[in-house]
């Protein structure tokens, strides 16, 4: 299956309205797709690969060979509730954690995720109207936002029959957007009940996935969709996943908008159908909702 891709500099001529229908359609069907011409430097994501891989090979590579995991593993021990990766985790905002990184990949960190919050903030503004929200719908139902990077490494594994590299979940979250590696595959999402393999970005792509508080806002219309990585025994694979998400005190709930009426007597209903058979259902159902409040 083909993931949908989606080019952003589309949005600015005559294509803006097939772009919108395309990501709208990736949202709905998957939960996941690709961004082209999303605005990120690329040197920005050079660098913050460059530093990530290389502090791993300097400080984190050998101390994961030697940890309990990785020596079970050497004994054909099957790991099923762990999870065959390393890495750190960077806060971005609120209360930045910057000054607990490894000095090597600080810089180039802060500057990747500032660019990372300025295409995820579109993006809100995007999803809000296809969904025929306001544009900010998102942006403020998040404020104010917790952004962070979760960086991981997954080793070369000598096994991998045994272990997986992440076990299978949803995000909790919002919008995730991945740098991911482009030598080492392992990712995969769950489409119409089978494994989709994510192959390694070509051209500087970003990947997309949705969380559960998009299903949510939603009404359902969006989809947080089950992934996984598998490990691998060719190469380590890179991932830096930025999660923007609802702050921690944000209340979240269905836009008003999206949500059908309920607790109505069908009778109403009926006599109001007689009277628009012919407009449109979801003027219907906004109307009845209305007569509710």
């Known amino acids: ?28 069907k998957w939960g996941f797709f690709w961004l082209e011409n999303h605005g990120i430097e690329d040197g920005a994501m050079e660098e913050v690969k460059r530093v990530v891989k290389q502090h791993y090979e300097e400080s984190m590579r050998e101390s994961f060979y030697e940890s309990e995991l990785a020596q079970g593993l050497r004994r054909g021990t099957k790991a099923s509730d762990v999870d065959w990766e390393t890495g750190f985790f960077y806060r971005h905002r609120p209360d930045p954690n ?15 995720v500032e660019l990372v919050v300025k295409l995820a903030e579109k993006l809100a ?11 900010t719908y998102l942006k403020n139902a998040f404020a104010e936002p917790f952004v962070g990077a979760k960086v991981a490494m997954y080793p070369k594994c000598s096994d991998p029959g045994l272990v997986m590299g992440l076990r299978g979940h949803t995000d909790a979250g919002g919008i995730i957007l991945l740098l991911q590696d482009d030598a080492v595959p392992g990712l995969e999402f769950l489409k119409d009940g089978e494994w989709v393999a994510v192959p390694p970005a070509q051209g500087h792509r970003i990947f997309v996935n949705l969380g559960d508080q998009v299903e949510v806002v939603s009404n359902g219309v969006y989809k947080s969709i089950r992934h996984r990585v598998l490990a691998d025994g060719t190469g380590s694979r890179l991932s830096i996943a930025t ?34 058979k012919f407009s449109d259902k979801a003027s219907r159902f906004q109307s009845m909702k209305q007569t509710l409040v």
């Open 125 to 135: 503004e995007l999803l809000s109207e296809n969904l025929g929200l306001a544009k």
């Open 98 to 112: 910057i000054d607990d990184l490894p000095e090597l990949v600080r810089d180039a960190m802060k500057r990747y």
């Open 1 to 28: 299956m083909a993931i949908p891709v989606i080019h952003l500099a589309e949005l600015e001529g005559e294509k803006r309205s097939k772009t919108m229908s395309l990501l709208h359609d990736a949202c709905q």
């Open 243 to 276: 999660f923007y998400n609802p702050g921690g005190d944000a209340i979240i709930s269905p836009a008003a908008e999206l949500v059908y009426p309920s607790r109505y007597r069908f009778q109403d209903y009926l006599d109001y159908y007689t009277k628009t």
